[in-house]
């Protein structure tokens, strides 16, 4: 660049030296002709100097902002962007600049701006360029129009360079669409770069139209943006995976004359070819063989290429391909260029001996360091003592290989294969861990999807994919090897890769996708296998079946673990042969890994046969090898159910006792135990005691919820309903959230119920179906519920609440004949309030909800029941329908003072029910449409309400919030001075 500029400079001044010929007395029409004259023969340092000349000698000429506008453009037109900058800023400057000078000044700015780097302020330029034009398009000629799309061209590549594809394609399409008016240089850019961003963003089909736009119009276009444009859509389509449009296009380079050009597609071609043979269908040898007339002036080139593919024929195990290959590479080679690797690949073709036949060619060729082919030659050996499991030299000869993998003389498909054999040999080694490592991050396509692999490279994505499951496997990284097998077709499978493929989902614990594999299996492993998954997916008829068949064969292998899960199977059936199995196990095996296990299990058969002391015998020798606290525990409870169900509880107690005051897990389970054995023997107190103690010692643990429960269920059987109340709500209070809460209230709502207190029972009672509608105990809640009410004398309430039971819970009503009950309790049914009756009728005949008038007298209806202790539900829901349509928009104007005692209804019986933050919602929209109504004293109401529910359920901001606008809207009401005495309470 500093040469251009020392030369444009030397040629300017010679202009200089020129212009000073000029005559001083020159005109300023002269200096006006001289400058455009030169400028229209592009004299560039001569139009600088007219210009100068004339804004010296005239300052005041009208002719000054064309003159800066040719000096700014021959500046850039020389290189001089600064300096162009600074003319064309000052014609920007100027206030009568024409439409057309604005254009031009905004256009070089931009220029210049983008050929400094200065991207940010290029793109304003032509962006200001592009308004000013679209401004005034219909006054354009066709200089302004190429300006415009060349601008939108510029802008394009600025978007570009930030990344964003899309504008930049959209404005490309724009400015290919006019075409016409861009240089031919801008054309191709614009070609080659649409092309770019459509690779970018994916726009295939976009690529598509715009590549039969250059087909067809390849005679206006150089060469190399025509083979630069196919190429850019040809690796398009290979990202996108479309490998027979790519190749065809790779293909259809081949008949240019361009030899780089068919060089670079002859390469993309064959790649292509090799790699996704299975959906290009065409042999790589087949369009090499097509091209060598074409190659005859450039041996050397058809040389490379007939040993490139003979080379990937050899290591996809193409014998027989590969030697034709390379005899006709040799035959190419009239330099000899490739002949040493010719040689080196035939001398290991025989596979007998590799090793010897790769010596006795390194006796003739020796290969060192420096060679082209020395990592062809490592290679070659190192697959060669793979075949002869020489492990050592194997890893030794692979690891010139791996340690060079970036070297770009060591082809893929060596690479990979050198790879599987090192890792092959690292496995064979039991140095798992390394193999892992190898395949897994040096070796993509052993993760990769086989989905667009050929099938000769199946074979090798096969074997390294089992290979790599195969060391998770031994490193018990389950999940891997699983992730592994499931990648590869299974119809690759041998009976032996099915097998570790189900040792794998069995450890996984995917126990029916593990069966679906064994059992396509005939193995005598496969037996042992399937009757393990049958046992653990409790079908125990066919694990008894399958492990009997592993048991009864001649294998080899141990057949502890079959004995152990056949005795289980068993004792699972209830086979009272399951205790001599388990004897004989143990007979056999008093080392063994389940002994213990199986101690217990024999103790549990025992008792099958009613054998309390075999039972006895066994469940002690359990505790005797209890080697960790979880085993001791398991095995004295184990234990002392065995003396319960021998009747012998006194024997359980004196066994479990001392362990009661262990501080440990397997003393609060103790003091469990023993609660449970003395309630039992009906010793309430004792059993008390010790709930108690699991209660209070480990209040942090699961089974203190169930203690402090038991506390209150062994009162409650022993009718002693007093204590049991304390103990059902304490309960509550502790665990509020307990297992239990739900039998807890409804046993203490019985409670309540059985000392004659059907008051409190209701409470008790829909408290439960408050928390869960669906409890296990809320057909016996219910149905307790309506006696009570009816024995209170309530039948109204009774009838209500059966019809209700009846509609949830119909099979279990229709059992317990409940529909008699309905008849029943309408006779008992007293005659409705005449008043009730006339209220009501008024609602239905104005057309209840659907009408204002209907809705009013609703108001008065559900005001009516509300003091008349009409059934809550019933009020409620007619409160909430009016209110819903009281306070929608456009009712709310007219209809405000009802919505004000409907919301509050609601609200009361929300807090009746406990509901306090619904509660307090409901009072606050109830003061607010009673303060909009003018109703102050309903709107004082409703505010002391919504604090005292805020302040019930514990929401003391809330509730002070609300206190606030009560003291200040109504200060010293009865309400205020009530309010502020719940607040000070209720610090």
């Not at 025989?350 to 290969?367: F, I, T, W």
């Amino acid at each position: 660049m500093k040469r251009k500029i020392l030369y444009l400079s030397f040629i300017f001044f010679l202009a200089f030296g020129y212009s000073q010929n000029i005559s001083v007395e020159e005109s300023e029409m002269s200096l006006y002709a001289g400058m455009t004259s030169a400028y229209k023969s592009s004299s560039y340092p001569a139009v600088v100097e007219y210009s100068v000349r004339l804004e010296k000698q005239f300052p005041h000429s009208e002719f000054l902002t064309e003159a800066g506008l040719y000096r700014g453009e021959c500046y850039f037109y020389l290189g001089q962007y600064f300096e162009s900058l600074e003319s064309l800023k000052s014609v920007l400057a100027q206030k009568n600049i024409s439409y057309e000078e604005k254009l031009k000044s905004l256009y070089f700015c931009a220029r210049c701006n983008y050929e400094l780097e200065r991207n940010k302020q290029a793109l304003q330029y032509f962006n200001e360029a592009a308004i000013l034009y679209n401004e005034n398009k219909s006054e354009s000629n066709s200089e302004q129009k190429k300006i415009y799309y060349s601008s939108l061209v510029y802008s394009a590549l600025l978007f570009q360079m930030d990344e964003d594809y899309k504008t930049a394609a959209s404005l490309y399409e724009t400015s290919l669409q006019n075409g016409k008016y861009l240089t031919q240089k801008e054309f191709e850019t614009l070609l080659t770069e649409l092309f770019e961003c459509y690779k970018k963003t994916k726009s295939i089909k976009n690529s598509e139209k715009l590549y039969s736009f250059t087909e067809k119009n390849q005679d206006k276009i150089s060469l190399l943006t025509y083979v630069k444009s196919s190429f850019t859509v040809a690796e398009a389509y290979e990202e996108l995976n479309d490998w027979v449009k790519a190749y065809k296009i790779y293909k259809k380079l081949l008949q240019l004359q361009e030899l780089s050009a068919v060089n670079h597609a002859m390469q993309k071609a064959c790649e292509l070819s090799e790699s996704h043979y299975n959906v290009i269908r065409e042999d790589p040898g087949a369009i090499l063989a097509g091209m060598e007339d074409k190659f005859q002036d450039n041996k050397p080139l058809l040389s490379e290429f007939w040993t490139r593919l003979a080379i990937s024929a050899f290591w996809e195990g193409d014998y027989k391909k590969a030697a034709n290959y390379f005899t006709k590479a040799s035959g190419a080679d009239e330099e000899k260029k490739y002949a040493a690797v010719i040689s080196l690949y035939l001398s290991v073709m025989d596979e007998a001996s590799p090793v010897k036949h790769l010596n006795e060619y390194v006796s003739q060729n020796p290969v060192k360091e420096e060679n082209e082919f020395y990592f062809e030659y490592k290679a070659a050996y190192a697959r060669a003592y793979a075949f002869e499991k020489d492990w050592d030299k194997c890893i030794e000869n692979a690891n010139v290989i791996i340690e060079n993998f970036s070297n770009e003389k060591i082809s893929k498909n060596v690479f990979y294969q050198t790879l599987y054999f090192a890792s092959a040999a690292f496995f064979e080694k039991e140095k798992y861990f390394r193999a892992e490592t190898l395949l897994k991050n040096y070796c993509p396509v052993v993760l990769s999807s086989s989905n667009n692999l050929s099938q000769r490279e199946k074979s090798f994505y096969y074997s390294s994919n089992i290979l790599l499951a195969k060391t998770y496997a031994m490193q018990k990284k389950y999940a891997q090897a699983q992730s592994v097998y499931e990648n590869i077709d299974s119809s690759f499978f041998t009976d032996s890769d099915r097998l570790e493929y189900a040792k794998v989902l069995f450890y996984n614990n995917q126990i029916d996708l593990c069966l679906k594999q064994t059992l396509r299996l005939k193995s005598q492993e496969s037996n042992q296998l399937s009757g393990l998954c049958f046992f653990n997916r409790a079908d125990y008829t066919n694990a008894k079946k399958y492990l009997q068949k592993y048991i009864e064969s001649k294998s080899l292998l141990d057949k502890s673990y079959a004995q152990f899960y056949y005795a289980w199977s068993l004792l699972k059936l209830q086979d009272k042969n399951a205790f001599d199995k388990f004897k004989a196990f143990l007979d056999s095996y008093p080392e063994h890994q389940m002994y213990y296990k199986a101690c217990m299990l024999a103790s549990q058969s025992a008792l099958l046969l009613s054998d309390f002391e075999g039972a006895q015998k066994y469940a002690q020798r359990a505790v005797e090898i209890s080697n960790d606290a979880a085993k001791k525990q398991e095995s004295v409870i184990l234990l002392s159910n065995v003396y319960v169900d021998s009747n012998e509880t006194l024997k359980a107690l004196d066994l479990l006792l001392p362990y009661t005051k262990e501080e440990s897990a397997f003393g609060m389970q103790s003091n469990f135990s023993v609660a449970q054995l003395y309630a039992s023997l009906n010793e309430i107190n004792k059993s008390d005691e010790y709930y108690k103690n699991v209660e209070l010692k480990y209040p942090k643990e699961a089974l203190a919820d169930e203690a402090c429960y038991r506390r209150g269920e062994i009162f409650y059987t022993a009718q002693d309903y007093e204590e049991a109340i304390k103990r059902f709500e304490r309960y509550q209070k502790k665990f509020p959230d307990g297992k239990y809460n739900e039998a807890a209230r409804f046993y203490d709502a019985d409670c309540y119920s059985l000392k004659g207190n059907s008051e409190r029972a209701i409470v008790g009672y829909k408290a439960l179906l408050q928390i869960n509608e669906k409890s296990s105990f809320a057909f016996n809640a219910r149905k307790n519920i309506v006696e009570l009410y009816e024995r209170i004398g309530n039948y109204q309430e009774a009838l209500n609440q059966l019809n209700e039971l009846i509609k949830l819970f119909p099979e279990e009503s229709k059992k317990e004949g409940l529909s008699s009950k309905v008849d029943e309790l309408k006779n008992l049914t007293s005659g409705l309030d005449p008043e009730y009756i006339k209220l009501k009728k008024a609602y239905e005949d104005l057309n209840g909800l659907a009408s204002k008038e209907g809705r009013d007298a609703g108001t008065d209806l559900v005001l009516f029941m509300s003091e008349n202790s009409y059934p809550q539900n019933e009020i409620l829901t007619l409160a909430n329908d009016l209110f819903e349509l009281q306070s929608k928009k456009q009712n709310v104007s007219n209809e405000a003072a009802n919505a004000a005692k409907t919301s509050y209804i609601v609200a009361r019986i929300n807090r009746q029910s406990d509901l306090k933050n619904e509660s307090a919602k409901m009072f606050l929209e109830s003061a607010k449409y009673a303060r909009q109504c003018g109703n102050h004293l309903l709107a004082q109401q409703a505010l002391y309400g919504a604090m005292e529910s805020y302040i019930s359920e514990g929401f003391k901001m809330d509730g002070d919030a609300t206190y606030g606008k009560l003291h200040q809207w109504y200060p010293d009401c009865e309400f205020d001075i009530s309010a502020k005495d719940l607040l000070n309470r209720s610090k």
